[in-house]
Structures are given as C-alpha cells and as structure tokens.
C-alpha cells in the first residue's frame, strides 16, 4: 500500500489567500518530512523539511505543521502567488534520509 | 547553485536491448540514488548507493537493473535486458550526507521502451 498519501489530487486557490496542501503516512518509523515543488519536466526541489523532534518549522511564506500522533504533515502557503503554481510533492523518511518514500503529488493552482 | 545532470532527458530503445542512464552527481556528494515513475504513478524509490556499494534498494531494482559509479564519474542505471514495463522517468539524485541534507535531484531521463 502507499506509505505516504496525497489525498488531494489538485487544489485551487485565490491569489493571496493561504494554501493548504496535506499528507498522511504510515510508517512510524518515519522521521524525516519533506515537501518537494515540482514543475513539468524538471527536477523535484526541496521547499521546506523537519524532523520529528519538531512540530512546526517556518521558512517565509511556507510553514510546515508535523502531526506525529496522527501521523500527518502539512504545507501553508501564505500570500500564495501565481509563481506559487506547481505539483508539491510531500516527503517522508526514516533518520537517515537515504531512502525517501514520496506521495504522488497535488497540483496547485494560484487564481489571479 | 549545485546541479544533478542527467543526460539524456529521452532515450528510445527497443525491448530486450541493454540501457544505461547517466548522471553527472554534484562533484563533492557522496551518496547516491535513483527513483523510478512511471506515468500518472509516483516517484519510487529504486536504489541508494555510497562508497561504491548499494546500501539498500527496492523490490522495484530487479536482477536486469544494476548501478556503478567507476571512478567517481557518472552514477548510472544499467538494465539488461528492458522489458516493456521499465518505461518510465528515472530520477537520479545525490547528497553529502544522509542526516543534514535532503537528495538533490536531476531533471530525470525518460526512457520508452518499445
């Protein structure tokens, strides 16, 4: 079964509002968390990641929010952009993150 | 910044022909990775690969697929032979370490096999 869950295919957001993306995994031995952007033919590129031993990690617009009980994780985007346009793709590992099990990616889209 | 380069971006070949894919890793990382997916799939882990030996790798990394990196070259995905179901976008990546610093990936190959 998939390990790490996008249940979201797509979302739709006004330009300037929050966006929202969410994954949900399954391993607990998962302890590296990631969020990848993605555009068409090019190469996934890592936005943000946290570890466990942390619950909420802020980078500018972008926070991740890490739910270990409920073993979810989350992207904010705030004052999404049209540039903000894109697959993400959400990330997850054991410590050593030499083996990365990905979801299979939400399409956002920034409305202007 | 640091590139992963993967040449070619498409390559056709005819099932049951050998394929090897190349990667050109960022020069000073050392660990290395392939993922495989495969239209309307996800990226799937296929293999890792540090101090010339693979430390783990997948159900997906069949006995026809093997990696190498001679002489701190390139890193590549050797299938021999193809079979139709190894169509897909390979992905490779490289990292310094795997405690600090997330893969850095290339832009993928797509490989059609016919």
């Known amino acids: 079964g998939q390990q790490v869950k996008q249940s979201s295919p797509s979302l739709t957001v006004q330009e300037g509002g929050i966006s929202i993306l969410n994954c949900d995994y399954e391993n607990d031995m998962f302890d590296y968390f990631a969020w990848y952007k993605k555009y068409p033919d090019n190469s996934p590129t890592l936005l943000i990641s946290v570890r466990s031993n942390v619950d909420k990690r802020e980078d500018g617009r972008l926070t991740v929010f890490l739910n270990k009980s409920g073993k979810h994780f989350s992207l904010h985007i705030t004052a999404s952009q049209p540039e903000d346009t894109a697959v993400y793709l959400c990330a997850a590992g054991p410590y050593g993150n030499e083996k990365i099990t990905f979801g299979a990616g939400t399409k956002l889209t920034i409305k202007p | 910044g640091p590139k992963v380069l993967q040449i070619p971006s498409h390559q056709i070949i005819d099932m049951g022909q050998m394929v090897t894919l190349n990667c050109d890793p960022v020069s000073n990382h050392l660990y290395f990775y392939w993922y495989k997916q495969i239209l309307g799939q996800q990226m799937e882990f296929l293999v890792n690969?540090?101090?010339?030996?693979?430390?783990?790798k997948s159900k997906l990394f069949k006995d026809q697929f093997s990696v190498e990196r001679p002489d701190g070259s390139y890193f590549t995905l050797k299938i021999q032979p193809t079979a139709l179901e190894d169509s897909a976008v390979y992905f490779c990546?490289?990292?310094?370490?795997?405690?600090?610093?997330?893969?850095?990936f290339g832009e993928g190959t797509r490989l059609s096999v016919l």
């Open positions: 990546a490289s990292s310094l370490d795997i405690f600090n610093q997330a893969p850095l």
């Open positions: 690969f540090y101090n010339g030996k693979v430390m783990e």
